[in-house]
């Protein structure tokens, strides 16, 4: 079955820093992947998604690269913020074409620190 | 305001209790779902609704049932709640294939 792998956490970083958190997939067909972000007592929000190879996900001075010869899509930040501070969680969809729901990954802790 | 609506937001069950978790969306979705979400495991899928009438099961639905009441409601059931279930339950929408889903903000609820 489809499953997605993330570095695990917490991550802490000073504000400023360079972020990467490692995502990578095993899916069936072509899927579409997703960030999500949760900040603390809330639900889920989109960051960003990317529907095919080679495709760029981007908001909010976050990147991600569907990269299909290595099944991953890492998240990157060139300057973080202490308000980045959340859990960060990868997912895909698989390409099917159903309405199956989405795989998540177990999510990653990021703490920056000013 | 648009978006998923769920309630309550905080609910504390005896074991053996019922209730029921309410969701509503007003975004015309055709698609609904239920997770949970448990420390160092993710979200996990326990049921969706791909259209008004229809529901089918996720990764983890033993325990609970639902009922697609319109295509704007879709409730999760816990007919006798055990200290397993002590989690915190999502409820998204989706319109189609290629879009992010749209998630509420969650029922924090603790069995006891």
């Known amino acids: 079955g489809d499953s997605v792998t993330q570095m695990e956490g917490p991550v802490t970083l000073s504000e400023e820093a360079f972020l990467t958190i490692n995502c990578t997939y095993t899916?069936?067909?072509?899927?579409?992947l997703f960030w999500y972000v949760q900040y603390p007592g809330e639900g889920l929000q989109l960051l960003l998604k990317a529907t095919k190879a080679d495709d760029k996900g981007s908001n909010k001075g976050f990147e991600a690269t569907y990269r299909k010869e290595t099944t991953s899509f890492h998240l990157e930040k060139g300057s973080v913020q202490v308000s980045d501070s959340a859990v960060y969680f990868c997912?895909?969809?698989?390409?099917?074409?159903?309405?199956?729901?989405?795989?998540f990954g177990k999510g990653t802790h990021l703490i920056i620190q000013p | 305001n648009a978006g998923v609506t769920q309630t309550p937001k905080f609910q504390v069950l005896k074991t053996g209790q019922s209730m029921t978790l309410q969701c509503a969306q007003d975004m015309n979705h055709n698609s609904m779902y239920w997770y949970r979400q448990d420390p160092g495991m993710g979200l996990r899928l326990i049921y969706y609704?791909?259209?008004?009438?229809?529901?089918d099961k996720g990764e983890v639905p033993n325990g609970y049932n639902v009922s697609r009441l319109n295509k704007r409601e879709f409730s999760l059931r816990l007919e006798s709640a055990a200290p397993s279930q002590t989690s915190v339950y999502f409820c998204?929408?989706?319109?189609?294939?290629?879009?992010?889903?749209?998630f509420g903000s969650g029922t924090r609820l603790t069995v006891v």
């Open positions: 899916a069936t067909g072509y899927p579409s």
């Open positions: 998204a929408s989706l319109v189609t294939t290629n879009y992010g889903y749209t």
């Open positions: 609704s791909a259209s008004e009438g229809t529901t």
């Open positions: 997912a895909l969809r698989s390409g099917g074409g159903g309405a199956d729901g989405l795989t």
